[in-house]
Each structure stands twice: as C-alpha cells, then as structure tokens.
C-alpha cells in the first residue's frame, strides 16, 4: 500500500453499529460485562478504548510496525521506555536532544540509579566504546532537536544487536512520512504525537510503535500500570490529522526547504542548520534514511547577540514565537530559554547550541509569506 492511501485508511474500519465511516468517540469509563470477567474485549478505559485501539492500529501500520501504543505525552512515552530499565542500567543517548528527554533523563532517572551517558552520533562507531555489559538502550533522535544532527539508524541499530541492547528512535522531527526507523533494524520507535501527526497544535500525546510480542507486553503493562494513556477525544482528533499527513508533510518539506535557503543566502544570516543542504553533517545519511529533509531548521545571525536575537524571535507575525512544533502555522522558537532551557548553560554550548540560536517549526502557508516576515523581523 503506498504512504497516501495508508495514511488515510490505517485502522479506520467503520462502526459496526451504524456504519459512521470516522471512528466514533467512545467517551466511557467503563463498560458493561455480561459476567464477571466476561466482555467484548474492553472493561475499563484505562486498560483500553475503542477510539485508543483504533489509533493504535493506524500508529502500527503507519510505521510499518505490529503493534502501537498510545500515551498522554511524548514524555510519558518516554518515561515507559525508561521504565523497562532496572537501577545499575545503562543508556547510551545523544548529546543533542530534546531539553525535556534531557531533564526526565538528568532530574528524574538518574536518582532511581539507571546510567546515562552522553556521546555525538554523527559517527555510529563513536558508540561501540561506550557499551558495557550493563548497557540496555540506546536513545537516539534523528533529525536531533534543535541542530538537526543526522544519526545512521542502521549502522547504529547493527552495533547495538551485535551486544544484544534495545535502540528507541525519536522519529518526532521526521514523522513516519519521511522514515521508519523499524525497516532500519530499531526495536522501538518514539513519537511527541502532538507534533506532526496531529499536525494542528491541539492534541497533547504520545506513542510507541515495535514489532517484538514480549515488548510490547511488557509496554502496554507499564501503559496500564501506570496509566498515562490519552483521552478518547484526543485520540480522534489525531486519527483526523493523520489522515492528511502526506499532503501536510509534502508542503512543510516544500516550505522548509525554500526557507532555509533563504536564510542561506542572507546577508545577516550566519549558520543554517537543515539536513537538505549538501555540506549538512551527515547530509548522505540523511539522503538514504529519509525520503525528504522537513520543515524543521534552525539558524544564527551574524550579530549572535542574545539582545539581537531576540529582536528577531519578537519581530515576526506569521510566524508565532511558541514551544512545540509541526502544526500548520509557522513557529519561531528560542531554544536555550525555552525548549532547552533544562540543559545547563556548559552543556548547551559545548554541544553547539548557542544562547542565540533561532529554531524555526515552517508551517503549511505561502512559501513567499512567510519570507517576507522572516526578511522583516532580521532587518
């Protein structure tokens, strides 16, 4: 099945009851048993829902996995990830990540004793050395937020099977549209759902997508147990939006690459920072494991003042200075007081994320629109 009729038609099945072709909103906290024990299937919506399965069929098929579950944020997908270790366990991850990965990693789990350890990806064999009998999970996010680093799944997902370690993907940046890091060997895959699968900036959610039984057993224990599952409302409004995630990824795509270009080529612009360029770290990598580069870029300027970006981020009108990303609005972003504001100021910058460094979310609007706001706001 090619990706714009799977997008549309994954787990859609109309409802037995009427024939409503959208999934219906099954808003229920329980249901009726015909015997102590005996049901259809559903007994408490915590455990499951009808609207939750129906998503969680279109997460599986959408990234070409065999089972998906849904969780009420993209930190609590993360956080059930993580709940699969044991204190002493070690977790190899990413030096540039997601500032919230990065505080549940730091503020949260280190207390419980598991092990983090930080490393670039640019060079999978960079994390061979790391491995020790105790490492159980490799994290790695590919396009990385903000600097979009290039990870090689592959090359990576081969290393960490060689010493029997689970590899999770953060595919949030890329969506299913552009990858699938299950067809490149990873054991699991991560989605902030409230991006671009939901697509429209009014979801909240979270998702995991595998292939192996035992995992996902242990997964939807730790979904149930602990229950951080989304709403039945929520979870429609996603199986909407993933309905159009091709025609919406096709123009961000578009749109980001005319506007890093732009930015390439302004004369107060410094660095660009956007996987599609030939000279991008990793750029061949990015080439073979994506189908296209995003939406998602972020930039300096050449007065790299914090005072002159700023102007900049209060400047613009299209594009909305907002947290999150992968709406159909444009958002301009300041990573280092915002999103990444947990990381330590030491850690940001030996990373390359600089106090004045501009993240940019290239919405679904006039290409030409939002350039001209852009070239307004830079001056």
Known sequence: MKPATKFIHAGAHPDPSTGAIMTPIYQTSTYVQEAPGVNKGFEYAR???PTRKALEESLAIIENGKYG?????????TDS???LLAPGDEVIAASDMYGGTYRLFTKIYEKF???FKYVDMHEAKSIEPLITKNTKLIWMETPTNPLMNIADIAAITAIAKAHQVLVCVDNTFASPYLQNPLDLGADLVMHSVTKYLSGHSDVIQGALVMNDDSLRDQLYFIQKSCGAVPGPMDCFLVLRGIKTLHVRMQRHCENGAMIARFLRDHPKVGKVYWPGFADHPNH?????QMRDFGGMLSFELKDDSVANARRVLSSTHLFSLAESLGGVESLINHPASMTHASIPREERLKNGLTDSLIRLSVGIEDAEDLMEDLNRAIG
């Open 113 to 115: 004793g598991i092990i």
């Open 47 to 49: 455990s499951q829902n």
């Open 284 to 288: 061949d990598i990015a080439k073979n």
């Open 69 to 77: 579950l849904a969780f009420s944020s993209g930190v609590a997908a």
């Open 81 to 83: 990830v993580i709940k």
